[in-house]
T-cell receptor
Framework: DVKVTQSSRYLVKRTGEKVFLECVQD?????MFWYRQDPGLGLRLIYF???????EKGDIPEGYSVSREKKERFSLILESASTNQTSMYLC?????????????FGSGTQLSVL | EDQVTQSPEALRLQEGESSSLNCSYT??????LFWYRQDPGKGPEFLFT???AGEEKEKERLKATLTKKESFLHITAPKPEDSATYLC???????????FGKGITLSVRP
């Protein structure tokens, strides 16, 4: 089975800190995604990547950046964390770029910004 | 703009009481509709993909159907272990990027 591993299950950070969320997949998938999930709002796409060093903005990229230096690893960066970035962050990967490719998700990182 | 609406927001069933979850969508061109299950504290887990109106897929007590405007996830004789949040998502582009609905939280009482 595909495994998508997120480095932290829970994180607590202070306002203004730089925060790194790490995600690793073990199945040589081309695509990787970062979503955030909030009660009443569902999952919203932040950024995605189709290849190493390639990235594209999703629906809510403001306040975030990403890095993909290796195929298996996709990092989400909060340059200066704010309280409205408190959320559950979910990383996902998919094999290719076809529209029928299902996403495999990690278990999520619950980030609290105080 | 693509929109996905799921209803009801929450559903409570007695064990064995069959029901359906609804996902309606407004998109420019549907390339695939996906159903996922999410347990508390976990990431979503893939259930089904549907591509064209009239298509149906089944897995144990779950059956997903698709029309040109909506999809239903039918749950037959549910058990407490079916309790979870069920997410619907659509793909309208030439890639695997998904737009999700807000989810339906299902609780099945013994």
């Amino acid at each position: 089975d595909v495994k998508v591993t997120q480095s932290s299950r829970y994180l607590v950070k202070r306002t203004g800190e730089k925060v790194f969320l790490e995600c690793v997949q073990d199945m040589d998938h081309e695509n990787m995604f970062w979503y955030r999930q909030d009660p009443g709002l569902g999952l919203r796409l932040i950024y995605f990547s189709y290849d190493v060093k390639m990235k594209e903005k999703g629906d809510i990229p403001e306040g975030y950046s990403v890095s993909r230096e290796k195929k298996e690893r996709f990092s989400l960066i909060l340059e200066s964390a704010s309280t409205n970035q408190t959320s559950m962050y979910l990383c996902a990967s998919s094999l290719g770029t076809a529209a029928n490719e299902k996403l495999f998700f990690g278990s999520g990182t619950q980030l609290s910004v105080l | 703009e693509d929109q996905v609406t799921q209803s009801p927001e929450a559903l409570r069933l007695q064990e064995g009481e069959s029901s359906s979850l609804n996902c309606s969508y407004t998109v420019s061109g549907l390339r695939g509709l996906f159903w996922y299950r999410q347990d508390p504290g976990k990431g979503p887990e893939f259930l089904f993909t549907l591509y064209s109106a009239g298509e149906e897929k089944e897995k144990e007590r779950l059956k997903a159907t698709l029309t040109k405007k909506e999809s239903f996830l039918h749950i037959t004789a549910p058990k407490p272990e079916d309790s979870a949040t069920y997410l619907c998502a659509v793909n309208t582009g030439a890639n695997s990027k998904l737009t999700f609905g807000k989810g339906i939280t299902l609780s099945v009482r013994p």
